[in-house]
């Protein structure tokens, strides 16, 4: 070979690009080699022949892989067994639904290296990271916060929603005399955790308007028919705000900033007696509310029964978005009137979402995602 061919075979060695080729392509490459034999399946597929025979070693590895995977790249756990355990051991605290932290994590696997006599095993940041990696973990911000139901809730559900039926079909209770009623607490300023930043950024700021800590409650209602109250405003303060508020929101204001006895009771009176028929009484209505311990005091029972009203009490723990939608059917099926055409909700949701605030009070809202 001259010596200008020796340049031309170097240069185009040199320009040749390296190739990652994904593991379902390595599986067909195998699948043909073993049918045909690896130099058949290097000519189809246009690779190496020592390329076949080392997929052919990893097959089980390629197998389990993700079909998209390019390489088995990482060094391989020194401690398998430990790992191992250590997995089984975070995916039952996840199934239990208990959190866990890179801490909890390096904590339990020193505790499971001294149970098996593993000695210099300090369990650093970095073997935890690596760790995770290797089997698939990574932390996630938390998108549901879940409460243990008590073990006889079914029971409870069940006579919640038997009282409910019989009492509607009783009193004939019409959709729009059921009225749900729930609290919810708000900020001033809601801080964001997650961001979008450059890689490699050592510190990730968000800015706050310094009152993210400041908290108000909101007391929402709205009846069967998807007619709405008039919300009613807590603040954490002594006095009554100065500033103007939107016409038909109702200001309140304690020292807590949160629903207790007093404010139910304001909420009964100002609110509550605002539904259709609350001034005279004349039509028996059914108030939905959960177990919170100001909704059920004596002075607050007595008011309900002054106003010709029954207390249902959503059972502690029972999934109460079903529980306050139930009244509703129950009151659909007895008068023969569907509270709100299911073809309508999506429509109605989008008109909620767009109104501006003075006007989200004249449109309809399906009670039943008042939770």
Request: charge should be positive; hydrophobic fraction near 35%; proline fraction near 5%.
């Amino acid at each position: 070979m001259s010596f200008i061919q020796n340049i031309a075979v170097l240069t185009t060695l040199k320009m040749a690009k390296r190739h990652a080729y994904e593991a379902q392509f390595k599986l067909k490459a195998i699948s043909y080699a073993e049918e045909h034999g690896n130099r058949a399946a290097a000519r189809e597929y246009k690779i190496n022949e020592s390329m076949v025979r080392k997929w052919r070693k990893l097959e089980n590895e390629l197998r389990q892989a993700k079909k998209t995977q390019l390489s088995f790249r990482g060094h391989k756990a020194k401690l398998p067994e430990l790992e191992e355990r250590l997995e089984r051991w975070i995916i039952e605290q996840r199934a239990s639904g208990r959190s866990v932290s890179t801490v909890t994590i390096r904590l339990r696997a020193v505790t499971l290296a001294e149970e098996m006599n593993i000695e210099h095993f300090k369990g650093g940041p970095s073997w935890c990271w690596r760790f995770m990696k290797r089997c698939n973990f990574s932390i996630r911000t938390r998108t549901t916060v879940a409460q243990r139901r008590p073990a006889d809730y079914i029971e409870k559900l069940a006579n919640f929603r038997s009282f409910c039926e019989k009492h509607i079909a009783d009193k004939r209770i019409q959709p729009s005399h059921i009225t749900n009623m729930d609290e919810v607490p708000l900020t001033f300023d809601i801080p964001v955790s997650h961001t979008v930043e450059k890689k490699g950024t050592s510190t990730v700021a968000t800015r706050t308007t310094g009152y993210e800590k400041a908290l108000f409650t909101v007391v929402l209602g709205c009846h069967a028919n998807g007619q709405k109250l008039p919300p009613m405003v807590i603040f954490k303060r002594k006095t009554l705000p100065k500033e103007t508020f939107p016409a038909g929101v109702i200001i309140k204001a304690n020292e807590k900033g949160w629903m207790d006895k007093d404010m139910m009771k304001e909420w009964l009176k100002q609110v509550y007696v605002r539904r259709p028929g609350g001034f005279v009484h004349t039509s028996p209505p059914l108030l939905i509310c959960d177990s919170m311990r100001a909704h059920l005091t004596a002075d607050v029972k007595q008011t309900v029964k002054q106003m010709n009203a029954t207390l249902a009490v959503i059972p502690g723990g029972s999934p109460t978005a079903e529980c306050r939608r139930e009244p509703a059917i129950q009151s659909e099926a007895a008068s023969g009137v569907g509270a709100m055409d299911d073809g309508r909700r999506p429509q109605l949701h989008e008109e909620w979402s767009a109104a501006p605030g003075e006007l989200r009070h004249s449109l309809p809202m399906d009670c039943g995602c008042l939770g």
